[in-house]
């Protein structure tokens, strides 16, 4: 064990959590990425684990023997000492402890702190105070992250809204005043701003049940390769010229289980992103992979993803040019493969541009009869 771990030349009675920890496991304090501190009936410290060492920046060494107010010098919000206010050895005999409460550190670190009171007999002396101390900062960052994607939605709905209402609005009010022509101009204005209101709500539901794990994936068998080929087909329909896109399959090629919509929507990102980011040829590659699967490459000749980017291209609203939509796109891609026990990779194609990578495995018969 080590110093930090004296916890057992204490009382006889156990704590349980100041102890060694599950026999055989090797499993001790500093396992636990909670600061844990625990006092012996005199007050004194007896066990400081790592984690109570990074959250509190006291060594273990300083710590351990030290009063407990000394080691721990937790303040409330209104700068009250805690130990003081709460006098474990000394209040009601019958408390077990302390509920969770926002405290300070000197410096004022917030912590999140509990204590516990170990008694021998329900009303009987404090035999050990046992103290648990949560840092805040990581839900912090998380609440500053929602608080960020609720102002990035709201910007992002707000810009084609404001567009809709500033058209209807004019519209409605000098009706008469305009040729059927800028009516015409003004409506399909309207129409796309509402399209890519819809989109971006699917977008976001999607990216709700990526993060939530809710992402159902329905297994089939799929054709990558004939589903790469109605892709290209329906870019080509819709005026793109065929030189653009040069698809390679290198057979035989698995078929693999996956849901085909998702995998659509998947192809279908890869290949707008390439034709309206990237430039000149959009090569696809498909070809089986080591252990059973398929992967799908796509390579254009634009100006590819600066270095310093490319980890930031599956982020949430990362958007590397103008010519950008929603930023949301390779997030939700990311998300579909992973979901299908996949992965997506990004690098520099040959001719410059950029290519990425996804490689879908064979899902396991026995996965599949679950
Ligand atoms: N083939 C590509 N070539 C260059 N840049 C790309 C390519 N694909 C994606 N990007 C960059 O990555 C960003 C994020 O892509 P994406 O998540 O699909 O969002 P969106 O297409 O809506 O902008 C794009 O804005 C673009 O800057
Ligand atoms: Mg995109």
Known sequence: MTVRTSADSGAG???????????????????????????????????????AERITAVSAVHALGAPLERALPLEDLEGRRWWQL?????????????????????????????ARYVRSRPTGPVLRVVVSIRDTEARRR???????????????????????????????????????????????TVDADANRVTRLIA??????????????????????????????????A??????????????PLPAVW???????????????????????TVTIDVEPTDPVGASVTVSDEGPGIPEESMNRVFTRFWRGSKRGGTGLGLYIVKGIVEAHGGS??????????????FMLPVAAPAYLNA
């Not at 060694?20 to 012996?40: E, M």
């Not at 992002?156 to 040729?179: D, H, I, Q």
């Not at 297994?219 to 329906?234: F, K, L, T």
């Open 13 to 51: 009675e156990s704590s349980g959590a100041a102890g060694p920890g599950p026999a055989g496991l090797g499993i001790g304090p500093d396992d636990l990425s909670d600061g844990l501190v625990v006092a012996d009936e005199r007050g004194r410290v007896v066990c400081f684990n790592a984690a």
């Open 86 to 114: 709460t006098d474990p050895y000394g209040g009601l005999a019958i408390r077990v402890g302390q509920p969770e409460r926002n405290l300070l550190l000197p410096g004022g670190r917030e912590v999140l702190v509990t």
């Open 142 to 188: 998380t609440e500053r992250s929602h608080a960020e994607l609720i102002a990035t939605v709201a910007h992002e709905l707000r810009s084609p809204l404001t567009s809709v209402k500033g058209f209807t609005a004019t519209l409605l009010a000098k009706w008469e005043r305009f040729t059927d022509e800028q009516k015409r101009l003004m409506l399909e």
């Open 203 to 236: 977008e976001l539901l999607d990216i709700s049940r990526i993060d939530s794990g809710r992402l159902e994936v329905r297994r089939q068998p799929v054709d990558i390769a004939a589903a790469v080929s109605r892709h290209i087909q329906a870019h080509v």
């Open 238 to 251: 819709s005026g793109r010229p065929a030189e653009r896109f040069l698809l390679r399959v290198t057979q």
């Open 258 to 280: 996956a849901d085909p919509d998702k995998v659509d929507q998947v192809l279908s990102n890869l290949l707008e992103n390439a034709v309206r980011h990237g430039d000149g």
């Open 344 to 357: 997506i990779t990004v690098g520099r194609a040959p001719g410059g541009g950029a290519r990425f990578r």
